[in-house]
């Protein structure tokens, strides 16, 4: 196996191997967006991250049988240091081997990284098995996990002692506490993901969860808001859910009272 430069040349035989990859998962998830099986976006995607940024193919018997690239020098990323992000696309490799190639082409491209004082490393991948472990043994932790699922098949019993509505500026202020909550729950074990943990002030929580662009979906019961989700349309946490017809759900509370009651789960199906 060689490593070397991801030069222009490779981008299409690289892209065809994330299209087959992708491919086979969408076989078995056909709700899946397609544009990640055009071949023409794919090389696109690419040819603009390894023009600004470190990057790395492997070849083995004169194939590419695996890439690597990621944006580098992000200041503060989920810390004070900045660093590196490799997106969903933005990396493959055969089956055969894919823990080898995955280690050596790692090894090659976080020398870069670290030596530009990037010491914040993120991958963003798709469900694999052999990936969760392989990159568990390179010390990366599970920090986020996004999953999908079709609303055309959801079905759940409306809970008649809950008000459901739409979040207006009457809420502002059980908004402020809800975001403040999350941050909290996120800062605390076993997540210790860092946070701004103040409370926004109205005009922040007003731009969050209340302007043109958002959703914002509550519970309440006895006049208090007890659940909340707040998404986008046509919006996704990464790139392949950034499509028509998608809604990405990106902030999601409920009080511990509430927790286990089915009130989070009709409130993801309402007003869609």
């Given amino acids: 196996m060689i490593i070397e430069d991801f030069k222009e040349k490779y981008i299409e035989d690289a892209a065809k191997l994330f299209q087959k990859n992708y491919s086979e998962i969408k076989e078995k998830y056909a709700y899946l967006p397609e544009k990640f099986e055009n071949l023409e976006i794919i090389c696109s ?3 603009k991250i390894i023009s600004e940024n470190p990057s790395f193919i492997a070849i083995r018997s004169n194939q590419i049988i695996g890439y690597l690239t990621g944006y580098s020098n992000i200041k ?41 004082n990037n010491f914040t490393h993120i991958i963003s991948f798709l469900i694999n098995t052999e990936l969760i472990n392989t990159f568990s043994m390179l010390g990366f932790g599970m920090q986020v996990i996004d999953a999908i699922r079709n609303f055309d098949i959801m079905k759940t019993n409306i ?7 739409r979040a207006n500026e009457s809420h502002i202020l059980q908004l402020k506490d809800f975001n403040f909550l999350i941050n909290k729950h996120l800062e605390s074990p076993p997540i210790f993901l860092k946070r701004n943990a103040g409370k926004n002030n109205d ?12 959703i914002t979906l509550i519970a309440i ?8 989700i707040r998404g986008k349309k046509n919006d996704g ?8 017809g998608t809604f990405g759900i990106n902030f999601g509370y409920t009080k511990i009272d509430y927790r286990r009651t089915g009130i989070s789960s009709i409130l993801k199906i309402l007003d869609l």
């Avoid at 809970?159 to 509505?165: A, D, G, M, Q, R």
């Avoid at 946490?237 to 028509?244: A, F, Q, R, T, Y």
């Fill in 45 to 47: 995607n690419l040819k």
């Fill in 76 to 116: 503060e990323l989920k810390g004070s240091f900045s660093g590196s992000y490799i997106p969903e696309w933005g990396h493959s490799a055969i089956y055969n081997d894919r823990e080898i190639i995955y280690e050596n082409l790692y090894a090659t491209i976080s020398k870069i990284w670290a030596d530009n």
């Fill in 159 to 165: 809970l008649p002692t809950y008000k459901i509505e």
């Fill in 203 to 214: 005009e922040q929580i007003f731009k969050e969860f209340l302007s043109d662009d958002k």
């Fill in 221 to 228: 019961k006895n006049g208090e808001i007890v659940s909340c």
């Fill in 237 to 244: 946490n990464i790139s392949i859910l950034d499509e028509k």
